[in-house]
T-cell receptor, first 117, second 112 residues
């Protein structure tokens, strides 16, 4: 469930299940998106990115899907493990960054993922 | 290669006191960013250095916050005087130009 004092979306899954974490954006001109994972007591860690000329990008156990029509992206984690428990943030740099990470990143509110053994 | 380091990891101070946070970026990274996460909300941008110059300080909340990066290496973020609403986790990130921003572990600041 949701931790007291926090108002972040939460997702609880069983180990081995697939997880889907969602993020909406508002600027139709946004051209680059990044997913970060933040474990307790650590800083955000880069997971995967996607540019707007792509609909899908796959990494190791992670897939990001981008739906530009509804301005939505999702992070799919396959065979979720307890070590995946963390807060997941989507982020985007300024539109003028030309599809790079240069400049101010704007983060989404984050989703708390809890994986139960 | 060492990652971004931040000091201290935790700081607890009284309202009205001064606190200085330090960030050491990855060696060779000209871009250095400060962000903070307050009360479990989203991470918010504070400012961006390119070498020793402030490229973008649009996120600095008020003049109680002062960031410096003398010599273009490490950076400090001073809060003077600290207020209750300044409590949160302050992150530093660095990057090589257009590359990925790599974050440090953060400094948790508690203002009582």
């Amino acid at each position: 469930g949701e931790s007291v004092g926090l108002h972040l979306p939460t997702l609880s899954v069983q180990e081995g299940d697939n997880s889907i974490i969602n993020c909406a954006y508002s600027n139709s001109a946004s051209d680059y998106f990044i997913w970060y994972k933040q474990e307790s007591g650590k800083g955000p860690q880069f997971i995967i990115d996607i540019r707007s000329n792509m609909d899908k990008r796959q990494g190791q156990r992670v897939t990001v899907l981008l739906n530009k029509t509804v301005k939505h992206l999702s992070l799919q984690i396959a065979a979720t493990q307890p070590g995946d428990s963390a807060v997941y943030f989507c982020a985007e740099p300024p539109v003028g960054a030309g599809g790079t990470s240069y400049g101010k990143l704007t983060f989404g509110q984050g989703t708390i993922l809890t994986v139960h053994p | 290669e060492a990652g971004v380091t931040q000091f201290p990891s935790h700081s607890v101070i009284e309202k009205g006191q001064t606190v200085t946070l330090r960030c050491d970026p990855i060696s060779g990274h000209d871009n250095l960013y400060w962000y903070r996460r307050v009360m479990g909300k989203e991470i918010k941008f504070l400012l961006h250095f390119v070498k020793e110059s402030k490229q973008d300080e649009s996120g600095m909340p008020n003049n109680r916050f002062l960031a410096e990066r003398t010599g273009g290496t490490y950076s400090t973020l001073k809060v003077q005087p600290a207020e209750l609403e300044d409590s949160g986790v302050y992150f530093c990130a660095s990057s090589q130009w257009y590359d990925t921003q790599y974050f440090g572990p953060g400094t948790r600041l508690t203002v009582l």
